[in-house]
């Protein structure tokens, strides 16, 4: 069964500051993605990573995966008030009667205080 | 491009009512999701169409929950009768592809308080 561990789960940051969340998983997958979800609305899709040392960037976030680590980072370059959420990372299974379906964690909630 | 519709935003019931929710997926879009997420936790599948057939409802407690896709296209997830530990916000998302794995696109949500 795939399980996805995701930390920290809560992440209190100062404005400017650098900070990395880390999100393992304990079956091989081929494809991850991050999503970030504001307090009260669904969840939108941040990144995708499909495979060994992908890294992707969009503003001050940055994303890679390690497939042979099963291990994806979500770094936070800067951070600023505006990137105050919650982020999940979500790991497609890729066997059994539930290959194609993705697996999340329990998401990290991240405040950025001034 | 419209996305995922949801319907109602918001339900309050008391337990043992039915309880309903409706999902307009993203046009074209031929795989549909229905998830539960209780506070503080990520999303768990409860069922995933392609197109009108339910490939996998694995995780749905088929007791008290049942769900359809007429037509392929709007879907409706039914609890009945609604239990105190149903109080969640229930998800629908959308995927332009069929075999899983893609990219979903996530509708607002039905937050279901039982009281």
């Known amino acids: 069964e795939l399980k996805v561990e995701q930390n920290p789960l809560f992440l209190s940051m100062q404005e400017g500051k650098n900070y990395t969340i880390y999100c393992n998983y304990s079956t091989t997958s081929d494809r991850l993605y991050w999503y970030r979800q504001d307090p009260g609305k669904s969840l939108e899709s941040l990144f995708v990573l499909l495979s060994n040392g992908a890294v992707k960037q969009e503003g001050r976030l940055m994303a890679s995966l390690d497939t042979k680590a099963r291990l994806s980072t979500l770094h936070i370059t800067a951070a600023v008030h505006d990137l105050s959420a919650t982020y999940f990372c979500a790991v497609v299974q890729n066997y059994g009667g539930s290959q194609g379906n993705l697996i999340f964690g329990k998401g990290t909630k991240l405040s950025v205080k001034p | 491009e419209a996305g995922v519709v949801q319907s109602p935003r918001y339900k309050i019931i008391e337990k043992k009512q039915p309880v309903a929710f409706w999902c307009n997926p993203i046009s074209g879009h031929n795989t549909l999701y229905w998830y539960l997420q209780n506070l503080g936790q990520g999303p768990e599948l409860l069922i995933r169409?392609?197109?009108?057939?339910?490939?996998?409802d694995s995780q749905l407690p088929k007791d008290r929950f049942s769900a359809e896709r007429l037509k392929g296209v709007d879907s409706t997830l039914k609890i009945q009768p609604a239990e105190l530990g149903d109080s969640a916000v229930y998800l629908c998302a959308s995927s332009p592809r069929l075999a899983g794995g893609n990219e979903q696109f996530f509708g607002p949500g039905t937050r279901l308080t039982v009281l």
């Open positions: 169409y392609e197109n009108e057939e339910a490939v996998d």
